[in-house]
């Protein structure tokens, strides 16, 4: 029997040969412009990272944690960053490999599951980008655990948070059909929703797990934002249903 993260994994892979909007490369202008200093990324649908939570990214070691796909690397190789990508999905660290040959940077490319152990020593990175993925983990503690663990003292970590708004309402945005949290191992209605509907495994987290955890793990929060889903009966009521978050490693 396939693992949730397995079934992940393959969902995602089917997602990218339809197109999906967040395993879709950037494109070689795109590159270009990051190199002569134009260019933003994002850790939620809509809203661009502020420059000023990364810092001068030149030498800096930079871990992609499940930020695979060729949007957001491909950014910061550009910028001089030395960059690791951990993902799950094999189209995704394809994706990143053909961009990395394409654009002719070197890129640590890394299939390993955030629920377990990441595969690197302590203190290796100085930054961490982790866009909204720890929906398709049901817990999250560890991972803030082991982003404080491979963190340089100073180090930082940017991170896209579901809050758990999207997981009540069905696909139109009118009814709200589930209560929290949306755990489809542990709910069987939940669990054939996510089935029916296609969308893997996914679950919804608190600001507990989400903001607690990194606290919980050592990290000191220095900046928040919230955002919307970019599209749908949400957006246009400007409901924000992630966040976005900056904290460092004392």
């Known amino acids: 029997m396939l693992s949730y993260q397995d079934i992940n994994a393959k969902t995602i892979d089917h997602w990218n040969k339809d197109g999906w909007e967040w395993g879709t490369p950037i494109s070689h202008e795109t590159f270009l412009n990051a190199k002569n200093g134009t260019w933003d990324v994002v850790l939620t649908p809509t809203k ?7 810092g001068d990214l030149s030498g800096k070691k930079v871990l992609g944690l499940a930020s695979g796909g060729g949007q957001q690397m491909p950014i910061f190789a550009a910028l ?21 040959e394409r654009e002719g940077y070197e890129i640590h490319i890394v299939r390993a599951d955030m629920t377990k152990p990441f595969p690197f020593p302590d203190e290796s990175f100085d930054l961490i980008f982790h866009p909204v993925s720890n929906c398709y983990i049901e817990e999250v503690e560890s991972v803030w655990r082991e982003c404080a663990r491979v963190l340089r003292p100073g180090g930082r970590l940017l991170a896209g948070l579901d809050n758990g708004i999207n997981y009540v309402f069905d696909e139109s945005e009118t009814k709200m059909c589930f209560s929290l949290p949306f755990n489809p191992l542990q709910n069987p209605d939940q669990m054939q929703f996510s089935v029916e509907k296609n969308e893997g495994i996914q679950f919804s987290h608190t600001i507990e797990e989400q903001i607690g955890g990194q606290l919980r793990a050592g990290f000191i929060l220095k ?28």
């Open 48 to 54: 661009p990272v502020p420059h000023d939570w990364f």
């Open 80 to 100: 001089g960053a030395e960059c690791t990508v951990l993902d799950y999905t094999l189209s995704q660290l394809e994706s990143e490999r053909l961009v990395a």
């Open 223 to 250: 900046d928040i934002f919230g955002d919307t889903n970019g599209v749908g009966l949400l957006h246009e009521h400007n409901v924000p249903t992630f966040w976005a978050s900056l904290a460092i490693k004392p």
